[in-house]
């Protein structure tokens, strides 16, 4: 099973701020890691595919990098709707289709 | 507009049954793999089981092998999933999402609560 470590598990910042988010995975997984972005009582909301492409309708201020075992995910200038958590997941090796721990991005 | 609705959530005892569904519309159902992910309070995403497009394969977490099983109905535009012997630790949202190279599309997720 592929195991996904998100960091840092929580990161404050503010409106404004670059925030940049880590993804590393046990072993290479090649492009395959996605990201997502869930609000309280919301369901997960794609952003990220195949490591670096940007899902339909979202800003341009979200970008994903990176190949094999890390990769990151990176919001220029934070927008207040930015603050949420934000996991990665990777469908190289499955099943199990494994899922990061979390990256909680909170208002400094 | 791709539209995915969970149904079938509820209060069950320790060792019940609750059939989950997820009705999708918006978009050529048939042509999709689908897949169940949980989320127990407070806590992260769990992936619970895939389907592929003409039930080319059906995948199971360890954590629910041999107790739950996903099905689809093409013609009702429907995936399924059937929980029996349920536990404690089952006691999550379950979300329903559409594979498209990642999952593009989630439902808003329904509650199941095992307790006696």
């Known amino acids: 099973e592929i195991v996904l470590t998100q960091s840092p598990a929580t990161l404050s910042l503010s409106p404004g701020e670059r925030a940049t988010l880590s993804c590393r995975a046990s072993q290479s997984i090649r492009k395959y890691l996605a990201w997502y972005q869930q609000k309280p009582g919301q369901a997960p909301r794609l952003l990220i595919s195949d490591a670096s492409n940007r899902a339909t309708g979202i800003p341009a201020r979200f970008s994903g990098s990176g190949s094999g075992t890390d990769f990151t995910l990176t919001i220029s200038s934070l927008e207040p709707e930015d603050f949420a958590v934000y996991y990665c997941q990777q469908r190289s090796n499955w099943p199990p289709i494994t899922f990061g721990q979390g990256t909680r991005l909170e208002i400094k | 507009e791709v539209q995915l609705v969970e149904s079938g959530g509820g209060l069950v005892k320790p060792g019940g049954s609750l059939r989950l569904s997820c009705e999708a519309s918006?978009?050529?159902?048939?042509?999709?793999?689908m897949n169940w992910v949980r989320q127990a309070p407070g806590k992260g995403l769990e992936w619970v089981s895939s389907i592929g497009y003409n039930n080319y394969y059906m995948y199971y977490a360890d954590s629910v092998k041999g107790r739950f099983t996903i099905s689809r109905d093409d013609a009702k535009n429907s995936l399924y999933l059937q929980m029996n012997s349920l536990r404690v630790e089952d006691t999550a949202v379950y979300y329903c999402a559409r594979t498209s190279n990642s999952w593009d599309f989630w439902g808003q997720g329904t509650q199941v609560t095992v307790s006696s």
């Open positions: 918006g978009f050529t159902f048939n042509k999709y793999s």
